[in-house]
């Protein structure tokens, strides 16, 4: 697989900069003539509404906000999260909720290497810390769209960004929980470069086995 970082930690992308690189690499791969693509990219500040974004999740100040295709709702991007977006062909058939599981496992291991216990919720998108008391709280959001058997959009994965950047929306569009970050669950904060590294490390594992046991299923219902 291959991994084109964009200049994490030295250099912040627009996010139409970002989603213009996506849509060439996605007819890239789905047409075969590329290899399974990782971008990973440190956003400016943006916020970007997935398909199922309510207006009450907007800002109500007006702030900008733009419409993307990818599922979900709304959510932010910026400075000191990483955001990571693996175009990868998906085994037939096609199971995308398998996809964001895998995902969601990468992003679990990868907090589990800074000592955070990280899990699913029921019923909830992305990656969650549940504290023994008050809110649940979001350290990674995720939100794809497969096209031609092909993914594109992924995670914002909260590493040491400022969170009061996510006070102007319903993130998500889930109000009764909260957003986290590895440098508040821990009072440190590791380089993006460093988190980067260890999502991919923990991604290769995920993916094998969603194209595995999808082959594997595949052959049982022939």
Known sequence: ???????????LIPYDEALALQR??????AAGT?????????HESVYTAGKRTAAWDRPADG???????????????GPGQLVAYPIVRLAEPVDVVAYVRALEEAVIG??????????????RSGVWVRPETGQ??????????????????GIGFNVAPDLTAFDRIVPCGIADAGVTSIAHETGEAPT????????????DGPLERLRWETTTTA???A
């Open 110 to 123: 990868v907090c589990a290497r800074y000592g955070i216990t990280a899990e699913r919720i029921e019923g």
């Open 136 to 153: 649940d709280r979001k350290v990674c959001a995720i939100g794809v769209r497969v096209a031609r058997g092909v993914t594109m959009h």
């Open 1 to 11: 697989m291959d991994v084109i970082d964009t200049g994490i930690g030295t250099r």
């Open 63 to 77: 702030t900008p906000v733009v419409d993307v295709d990818r599922g979900g709702r709304i959510t932010w991007h």
């Open 24 to 29: 060439s690499l996605h007819a890239e791969v």
């Open 192 to 203: 993006l470069r460093e988190v980067a590294d260890a999502f991919i490390d923990c991604l």
């Open 219 to 221: 052959k049982e219902s």
């Open 34 to 42: 590329r290899p399974d693509t990782v971008v990973l990219v440190e």
